[in-house]
Nanobody, 126 residues
């Protein structure tokens, strides 16, 4: 089992930056692939980005020049740094994990992830 706890969500203004954190426990952190997803009201869960076991990253096209994902093994935490936030990015942000995945690509769909956090609300005010 893997437990994930997100933190850092809050109300910000358009153009602001914000860092979300996802702290993992329950399995060896280095074996985990961690993904970030978001879900706006009335919409499906959308892939934001993910980080592989050795630090490689993949992002959705809508965020790839503004968001940065990093992992801190000492703190068993993955951070999502979001820059130049837009009102349409208001959503609940979730982190998710896969353990023991050794495929050649980093998964990008919700169904590929096994463990989920409870989410943290990000509201971007215009």
């Amino acid at each position: 089992q893997v437990q994930l706890v997100e933190s850092g969500g809050k109300l910000v203004q358009t153009g602001d930056s914000l860092r979300l954190s996802c702290t993992a426990s329950g399995r060896t952190f280095e074996t985990l692939i961690i993904g970030w997803f978001r879900q706006a009201p009335g919409k499906g869960r959308e892939f934001v980005g993910a980080i592989g076991r050795f630090g490689s990253t993949v992002y959705s096209d809508s965020v790839k020049d503004r968001f940065i994902i990093s992992r801190d093994s000492a703190k068993t935490t993955v951070n999502l740094r979001m820059n130049i936030l837009k009102p349409e990015e208001t959503a609940v942000y979730y982190c998710a994990a896969i353990a023991g995945y050794f495929g050649s690509r980093i998964p990008t769909t919700p169904g590929e992830y096994t463990y989920w956090g409870q989410g943290t609300q990000v509201t971007v005010s215009s």
